[in-house]
């Protein structure tokens, strides 16, 4: 891998800024969810996204797309769904970024030469400055302490004229379409998932979405975050709001 890649100094301070969303032991909770959930992971998110999660992964992957031979983050790749339909897509040089040693391990058991495992957390990314040609983060912004600090990091490292793809649950500004989606994801959504996972697991990992989605912001407010950090942004929402894709494009490249 190229050297010109890492940043020089790599920081022991995994989590910086005052605007972290989950204590440190709801976050180990919800990175042990995702493990706990490995081999059922995929199958039983398609079922509770109504069959969207899949088409939604590839749909933001066709946008970064120019730069299949280029480097590109997959941030909290995790299970790994999102890192291989790239690598399935031609992409070349997939760094897939992940707290958890169990899933960057299984991952890269199972995808090809082109994923390159990095441990790490999206707020503080050891990586240079526009190092990356683009950045996806699939279902894993809503799971990081600190989104701030993590969307002005995804814009450090793309560079001018990258983009950055967020997929991930929504929260609809309007309160009505918050209101039915809330139901659908603390009412609905952990029986369904408890139902598919027929006792493979003890518990449910799934609830925790949950938490997670009450700390989410809205999907405009996100929108925002990352037209300020990127210098422009675009929402496109699903199933009533309740499902998102955020691009951000890299007009505002300045740090050497
Ligand atoms: C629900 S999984 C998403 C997996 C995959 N990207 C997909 O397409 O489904 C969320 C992942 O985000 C990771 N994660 C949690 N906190 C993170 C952070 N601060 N930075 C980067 N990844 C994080 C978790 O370990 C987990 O593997």
């Known amino acids: 891998m190229s050297g010109r890649l890492f940043k020089d100094w790599i920081s022991q301070q995994t ?30 998110s398609e079922i509770i996204s109504l069959g969207l999660a899949g ?16 480097w590109v983050l997959d941030s909290g790749t995790g299970p790994g769904v999102s890192s291989r339909m790239l690598l399935d897509d ?14 960057l391990g299984s991952t890269k058991n199972r995808l090809s030469d082109g994923f390159y495992p990095v441990r790490g957390v999206a707020e503080n990314l050891p990586f240079r400055n526009g190092s990356m040609a683009g950045a996806i983060t699939c279902f894993s912004l809503r799971d990081v302490r600190d989104r701030e600090a993590s ?19 929504g929260k609809p500004d309007s309160p009505f379409f918050q209101r039915l989606i809330s139901l659908y994801i603390v009412l609905v959504m952990p029986i369904v998932a408890k139902f598919f996972i027929r006792g493979r697991a003890r518990g449910n990992p799934f609830r ?10 809205t ?3 996100l929108t925002l975050l ?26 505002s490249f300045s740090r050497p």
């Open 226 to 251: 990352a037209e300020r950090e990127f210098g422009s942004s675009r929402l496109h929402e699903f199933l009533l709001g309740g499902l998102v894709i955020v691009e951000a494009t890299q007009t």
């Open 151 to 169: 969307v002005a990091e995804f814009a450090r490292v793309v560079r001018e004229g990258g983009r950055l793809e967020i997929v991930d649950v």
């Open 208 to 217: 925790m979405i949950v938490p997670t989605f009450h700390r989410l912001s």
């Open 55 to 70: 088409p939604l992964r590839r749909r933001a992957i066709r946008r970064l797309e120019t730069r299949r031979n280029d």
């Open 15 to 44: 989590i910086r800024g005052e605007t972290s969303s989950h204590t440190r032991d709801e976050w180990t909770d919800v990175k042990k969810a995702v493990e706990q959930a490995l081999p059922f992971y995929e199958s039983i």
């Open 90 to 103: 031609g992409f070349e040089k997939v760094i897939g970024l992940d707290p958890s040693l169990i899933l």
């Open 219 to 221: 999907n405009q407010n």
